[in-house]
């Protein structure tokens, strides 16, 4: 009987059971998983996203490389923002290095791990669709708490997807209370997308923008709900609402950083970090940061 070692970390949260709980799987050197085993492991840990980190491809190297899989409970994702922060917190940290890379399936993040805080440059290539089927009214349907805000055609919404893949509707409220409103429906909404970017899951993200405290960041307050399931942090959807909104508001040039708080209405706070370097009105760089703190650590035993 093979086994793996694994690390729980809680991400976006420097506090024991906040932010955003991830299992972080080591393959060992001359194990293959399939794709089945994979998934297998990942519904049993039970959270929103489990990693399974391959050898270092680079052993020794002051910048290691590792090769990286991302697992929901349903499906293998080509990026997510938590994981990679989790992940990165804990090898380079467990490696002593402050820089290092992860290859997965959307391309290759580069990793800072500096004083505990992990940056990723993330893969990116900002889409906002325009053939959805994804209406105000369809969306306050699915959401019944936010009708007694708004008129069916006065909410503000986008379908946004920051790497191929990943999509989500993002949806502007205007107050915290409205944010508090959102439930979760127990049923998953589907919409449509572009017809060359049409693959993978869909996601709601609901924001909120916090006053302007004089210091030329950008805080937003968010949630993300799936059905059922309201998801503590989330990294990519946090990525690629940053990337819309510089876009949005036609920013041409220099850098934008948002702080944005994640999931307090489910009483696990995160704390998400992400700049947005746009040169010519075109997006160069999305980095995404955050902290993460260990939780357990154990075996898999699997045949």
């Known amino acids: 009987m093979a086994s ?12 024991k059971f906040a932010g955003n709980p991830l299992a972080v799987c080591k393959i060992p050197p001359g194990v293959t998983l399939t794709q089945e085993q994979k998934q297998t492991i990942a519904v049993e840990f039970n959270y929103s996203e489990t990693t399974f980190v391959h050898p270092c491809s680079n052993e020794g190297s002051e910048v290691p490389e590792w090769q990286v899989d991302i697992f929901t409970v349903k499906t293998e994702l080509p990026f997510a923002g938590h994981p990679t922060i989790g992940t990165c917190c804990h090898m380079l940290g ?90 979760l429906p127990g049923t998953e909404l589907d919409f449509s997308l572009d017809q060359d970017w049409n693959v993978g899951p869909c996601f709601s993200k609901f924001y909120v923008r916090m006053p302007d405290q004089g210091d030329g960041v950008k805080r937003l307050r ?26 949005k508001e036609g920013v041409k040039d220099g850098k934008v950083k948002y702080e944005i708080l994640q999931a307090v209405e489910m009483g696990r706070p995160s704390d998400i970090g992400v700049e947005v370097e746009v040169q010519g009105g075109q997006i160069q760089t999305v980095v995404l940061s955050g902290r993460s703190v260990s939780v357990m650590e154990g075996k898999i035993f699997y045949e």
């Open 94 to 183: 467990q490696a002593g290095k402050t820089k290092g890379k992860f290859n997965v399936k959307a391309g290759v993040i580069e990793l800072d791990y500096v004083d505990g805080v992990a940056k990723a440059s993330i893969p990116h290539n900002t889409h906002v669709h325009s053939s959805t089927d994804l209406s105000s009214s369809r969306m306050l349907e699915w959401q019944s708490g936010l009708k007694s805000f708004y008129q069916s055609g006065d909410l503000k919404l986008d379908v946004v997807s920051p790497v191929k893949g990943m999509n989500f509707a993002v949806v502007e409220l205007k107050s915290l209370e409205e944010l508090a409103a959102v439930t």
């Open 4 to 15: 793996l070692q694994y690390t729980t970390l809680d991400v976006f949260t420097t506090k």
């Open 222 to 247: 968010t949630r993300m709900i799936e059905g059922s399931f309201e998801d503590p942090a989330t990294g990519s959807a946090c990525c690629g609402l940053a990337a819309y909104l510089v876009l």
